[in-house]
């Protein structure tokens, strides 16, 4: 995992069995997706969730898409590809979740790339995922500080 400049990480701390009837962490880590899909729409960036991946992922034309590795040990493998009638997209994660729940007690929580810089991605495999790239507001041409960041965060928060 990496965190740093340009990232909005927020550590959510919740008892949920005081924050639900039936303490549920699937339910808890849908909230957080949503949370941030939510978030991103304000921007009018369009979050998605992907079956058997964390995080939250878009669907980038732009050309400064950032692979996670342009090489692995079995060779050169392709980011996935979609066609759109703005043309060829990319799949990338604009935002990552991370938890942990001890005694029913959240620790951890989301991270959003506003504006990082995505080089330091490209020497690891964010969340085990080597076939996809990470993506940013910036990267994705959207026009934003932290502290509009900061106030949408609040203004949709779930918790």
């Not at 941030?36 to 732009?62: C, M, Q, S, Y």
Request: proline fraction near 4%.
């Amino acid at each position: 995992t990496y965190h740093g400049p340009g990232q909005r990480v927020a550590y959510v701390m919740l008892d949920l069995k005081k924050r639900q009837q039936t303490p549920d962490i699937k339910k808890y880590i849908c909230d957080l997706e949503q949370w941030i899909i939510n978030t991103l729409a304000e921007f009018d960036i369009n979050g998605e969730r992907r079956e058997g991946r964390v995080g939250i992922w878009v669907k980038t034309p732009h050309p400064s898409f950032t692979r996670v590795q342009d090489t692995l040990s079995r060779g050169e493998r392709e980011s996935e590809h979609c066609e759109q009638d703005e043309g060829e997209c990319k799949e990338a994660k604009i935002a990552a979740i991370g938890v942990r729940v001890r005694h029913w007690v959240t620790y951890h929580g989301i991270s959003i790339n506003l504006n990082p810089d995505l080089s330091n991605f490209s020497d690891i495999v964010p969340c085990g995922i080597s076939d996809a790239g990470v993506t940013s507001f910036e990267d994705l041409g959207v026009s934003a500080d932290m502290d509009q960041l900061d106030e949408v965060l609040r203004k949709e928060c779930l918790f």
